[in-house]
């Protein structure tokens, strides 16, 4: 397909933010041996994909300017590299590109056959596409991080989910929910509602200083957070966890680096422990799974079209968002 065009937005430089991105036709990719291209239905941004516009894993991201941004889509394969086994022409599936290549904001898109999983007709594209980051960070966070059994097994755990309302923290109070745990979550006040509606067992107004305390409303002390907000310190959270708390840390700074390697040091029973994803196709298989049987829900912000995809970078960048951006062919 290398000689078709297709629409895509670039940025060329770091920094910038929506005015930088520019609407441009380029080559549609050629998958390689081991790669899907993928003609894309849904795509959606998180706030990892601004960051690394802005600079904050310079030298390393971008690989290379310019640059199509965006690693979540949902599509139907239109080619399939040699060495694929799994996909053929024709097949709707789920894809989470890399960080190094990105290009989600485009009508085409190639991935790796082992980060793509079948969507099954009850999943939507919008719905699908909404899914790799997010509720696989969330998955990991409650799964791996905090050993929450996700069929119900296990002991009762509380847990705290911080920003509850933006794209990891919906899909981490369903899933928390899943297993046997008392969930807290902060959010802003016009979602407390729609946080409940979501499973959690209380909810705090980040903006009250009840909810910046992050005092549990029941007095519970918390085995695990799930720490997706930004800018709370160690000394807020340490007096809320249980006596062998952790706190699962999305975006650490290097504060929080500091208290981690500090509380490793000196073998304190409540850790912070930072948390990077590292996406694996039975997981991503699983989430695909919950959407289609109607266990898990993907709540959508909006929806953008590909010619209107700076509207959705500069939701993403506001960091208000509740629940997922969609942005559409
Ligand atoms: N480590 C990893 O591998 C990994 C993976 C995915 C995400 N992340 C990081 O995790 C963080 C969350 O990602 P996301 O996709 O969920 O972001 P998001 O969708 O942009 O989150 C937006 C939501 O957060 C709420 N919020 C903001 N500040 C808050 C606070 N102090 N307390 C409670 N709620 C607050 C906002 O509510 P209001 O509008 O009411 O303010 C909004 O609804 C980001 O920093 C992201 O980079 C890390």
Redesign the pocket.
């Known amino acids: 397909m290398a000689s078709k065009l297709m629409h895509a937005l670039q940025y060329s430089g770091y920094g910038g933010g929506a005015d930088s991105l520019k609407h441009v036709e380029v080559a549609v990719p050629d998958p390689k041996a081991d790669e899907v291209l993928v003609k894309i239905e849904a795509a959606t941004l998180?706030?990892?994909d601004w960051?690394i516009q802005a600079g904050a894993l310079r030298p390393f991201l971008p690989r290379k300017f310019p640059t199509i941004p965006g690693t979540d889509v949902a599509g139907e394969v239109v080619q399939a590299g040699s060495a694929v086994k799994r996909f053929k022409t024709g097949d709707k599936v789920v894809a989470i590109l890399s960080h190094a290549n990105g290009g989600g904001l485009a009508e085409y898109a190639v991935a790796k056959e082992n980060l793509t999983v079948t969507r099954p007709p009850e999943v939507s594209a919008p719905d699908g596409a909404a899914l790799p980051?997010?509720a696989l960070?969330a998955h990991q966070a409650l799964t791996q991080a905090a050993n929450i059994k996700l069929d119900g097994s296990g002991e009762r755990k509380n847990i705290l989910i911080?920003?509850a309302?933006?794209?990891?923290?919906h899909y981490a109070v369903q899933l928390a929910k899943m297993g046997n745990t008392h969930v807290t979550a902060?959010?802003?006040a016009?979602?407390l509602d729609f946080v409940k509606g979501l499973g959690a067992d209380e909810v705090l107004d980040?903006k009250t200083p009840e909810g910046a305390s992050l005092n549990s409303p029941s007095g519970k002390k918390y085995d695990y957070v799930i720490h997706?907000?930004?800018?709370i310190p160690w000394s807020t959270f340490e007096p809320n966890l249980s006596a062998t708390g952790k706190v699962i840390d999305?975006?650490p700074t290097p504060s929080a680096m500091m208290t981690f390697a500090l509380k490793k040091l000196t073998f304190s029973k409540k850790q912070l422990v930072p948390?990077?994803?590292i996406p694996k196709t039975e997981n991503f298989d699983y989430v695909v799974n919950l959407v289609k049987e109607g266990k898990l829900k993907t709540v959508i912000d909006s929806k953008h079209p590909l010619k209107k995809a700076e509207e959705a970078w500069s939701r993403?960048m506001s960091?208000?968002?509740?629940g997922k951006i969609i942005i559409e062919p």
């Open positions: 998180n706030p990892i960051k980051v997010a960070t911080t920003a309302s933006g794209g990891v923290g902060t959010c802003g016009r979602n980040y997706g907000a930004s800018g999305l975006t948390l990077l994803l993403i960091g208000h968002a509740t």
